[in-house]
């Protein structure tokens, strides 16, 4: 019940930068530069939501809030709303789809290269959310593709810091976030390993014969 | 012993600071009008006489315009997108924020320090500098680096007419600006993104060109704060940052100057800084830019469309004098 409900807030409070958006739009209130305002706020939540998956991992067992869990697809799913929102509003109002001169940035701009990478490794994150997919790949087989979030989650860090002039305090800011996050999954994994070896040393050797 | 708290005002009867300020401003404003009324001496004289700097504040009119040769028909960019989408590094990063952090920025008194290889080194200030020569109105195209453009009616005249007055010498083969460093009004200096003072430089042709404008106004008023007042440049054929802003210093000299950007990022920000839409920026294109107020991309013209300046760079690679 709680978790039903948290999904419903989670969910209506995730649309809340989209209906911002579109509230300031119909009111004038995008400002100068309407058209960059929608690209870096769709990029921005973008970022902001596949670094909250990412937490959701760390919070449950620092926490112990275990049913956790049961929100990340949908915080997932969003990030990826949002990512293909930023990368719409690209296509559209920056390149009126014009093909040609997208395949020509995404080559020869490394901030495109790499933005463009990270929207498209979440394309199959997205495909494989369901339970259906989950059982059909196996949980091994799903877990392992669905790492692909760390790419995604770097790259999309990386393409923030490359578009920017000169002030780098907020990707930086976003770096910091995520180097945490990843610290955390190498500081669970090398103490998984290193109790792994203690266990194994910890078999006892069977006993010599006595003389 | 009880100290009870004092009777506080209910905030509804706390007059706005805005609206104090209005009405102050209205009563000595109806005390001046009705007063030149009576004595028959014109209005802005009268101000001048009560309150020098009152005429050097934003919104002032300013009268005897007259216009260019150089202005183009092209439809003006809303004040309103020109004093909130600024570019001001001094104040801040987001474009959005120096309209406010430069509300209270002081303009008055200023000077300008004019010295290096020249023969009248001296500190001008900056009210008779507006009065070195009559003042044009100019429409330019202005056009960022980082792609958009916007057409502002700027106010002013030729730097020329300041420079001829300065009087160079001749081995003075550069001119250099600096725009004020003082962090206690400009919180964009407390941060080091660039560095400080922000310096931009011409060649001395560049800078006798007739279209290079000293510019102390905009949209028939004086300079807003946040687009460089008192005293900027303008230079329409080159990209926005090479404007530089709230100008202290002119300083001529035989050294090419280093720009504050071409110090921060030489390989992607040069001295020259044409407008050039077949030279990218090496992380994005030049190609197309957005006018303010357009949905659909326009095409980057060479110069920004200033060809009378085309002369100045004959023979000289654009691609590597970026």
Redesign the interface.
Known sequence: MRLRFTKIAIFLAALIPLGRLAWKALHDGL???P??VITHSTGDWTLILVLTTLSITPLRRITRQYWLIGVRRMIGLFAFFYGTLHFLTYIW??K?FDVHEMLK?IAK???ITVGFTAFVLMIPLALTSTAWSIRRLGGRNWQLLHRLIYFTAILGVIHYF??V???H?KPIAYGIVLSLLLAYRVGVWASEKASEKRAQQAIPTPARNPL | MLIGKPAGTPSSEITPKSTYLNRRKFLAGAAIAGAAAVTGVAYRDLVDLVNPSLTAQANAKIDGLQKSSFSTTEKETPYKDVTNYNNFYEFSTDKYEPADLAKNFKTRPWTVTIDGDVKKKQVLDVDAIIKMASPEERIYRHRCVEGWSIVVPWIGFSLSELIKRADPLPKAKYVEFTTLYDPKQMPGQRTNVLQWPYLEGLRMDEAMHPLALLCFGMYGEVLPNQDGAPLRIVLPWKYGFKSAKSIVRIRFTGDQPLNSWQQYAPNEYGFYSNVNPNVDHPRWSQAKERRLGEFLKRPTLMFNGYDQVASLYSGMDLRRNF
Do not use: H, M, Q
């Open positions: 400002g100068a530069n058209i960059e109002l920056d009126f940035d701009r490394r901030f490359w578009l002039k000169a002030d305090r």
